[in-house]
T-cell receptor, first 118, second 112 residues
Framework: GAVVSQHPSRVICKSGTSVKIECRSLDFQATTMFWYRQFPKQSLMLMATSNEGSKATYEQGVEKDKFLINHASLTLSTLTVTSAHPEDSSFYIC??????????????FGPGTRLTVL | GQQVMQIPQYQHVQEGEDFTTYCNSSTTLSNIQWYKQRPGGHPVFLIQLVKSGEVKKQKRLTFQFGEAKKNSSLHITATQTTDVGTYFCAGDYTGTASKLTFGTGTRLQVTL
């Protein structure tokens, strides 16, 4: 099946710093990628939809200036958490959809990034 | 906005027992997907249901989509320890999978 990688897998940073998370589709082109946030033992909350070559679409309540998304190529999307604070600590997961012919529209998830802000 | 609820929130079964999780949407869905997330892992796609009343089987797993396309269920027959994890349904309201709304999830624990 399709593989999505995410880097880094874990990051610990000081309050006020910015953190960049990369999401790559390794064996298919993804015109659309998704960024989720997941709290312990809870569901996935969609933060934004990343569209290659255009601006991301953010969900209600998600600050665009806080969570910067860049989808510069068909295989790479990045999420930058700017001026991170302890309340931003969470598990961030990206996913990509294979929009090719014959695809079922399922989303392939990356392994996630555990962010801890001190 | 659309909400997708799942029950139960958690279930603990003995190996060999059956298990069912139910998924309910506040509004009609275009289609529904199911994912499994193992402890410490990421969600993995299981199946997509599109048609009203559709039933699909994958070995011991049976997936159903309600006639009104507002609910769905996943039934596991004779659970095994490898079934441990959280099962999420994810609703697609757009028909284009441009956005999924994940359910609250059901965490399954299986013991010998």
């Amino acid at each position: 099946g399709a593989v999505v990688s995410q880097h880094p897998s874990r990051v610990i940073c000081k309050s006020g710093t910015s953190v960049k998370i990369e999401c790559r589709s390794l064996d298919f082109q993804a015109t659309t990628m998704f960024w989720y946030r997941q709290f312990p033992k809870q569901s996935l909350m969609l933060m934004a939809t990343s569209n290659e070559g255009s601006k991301a679409t953010y969900e209600q309540g998600v600050e665009k200036d806080k969570f910067l998304i860049n989808h510069a190529s068909l295989t790479l999307s990045t999420l930058t958490v700017t001026s991170a604070h302890p309340e931003d600590s969470s598990f961030y997961i990206c996913s990509a959809r294979d929009g090719g012919q014959g695809a079922q529209n399922e989303q392939f998830f990356g392994p996630g990034t555990r962010l801890t802000v001190l | 906005g659309q909400q997708v609820m799942q029950i139960p929130q958690y279930q603990h079964v003995q190996e060999g027992e059956d298990f069912t999780t139910y998924c309910n949407s506040s509004t009609t869905l275009s289609n529904i997907q199911w994912y499994k997330q193992r402890p410490g892992g990421h969600p993995v796609f299981l199946i997509q249901l599109v048609k009203s009343g559709e039933v699909k089987k994958q070995k011991r797993l049976t997936f159903q989509f309600g006639e009104a396309k507002k609910n769905s269920s996943l039934h596991i027959t004779a659970t095994q320890t490898t079934d441990v994890g959280t099962y999420f349904c994810a609703g697609d309201y757009t028909g284009t999978a441009s956005k999924l709304t994940f359910g609250t999830g059901t965490r399954l624990q299986v013991t010998l």
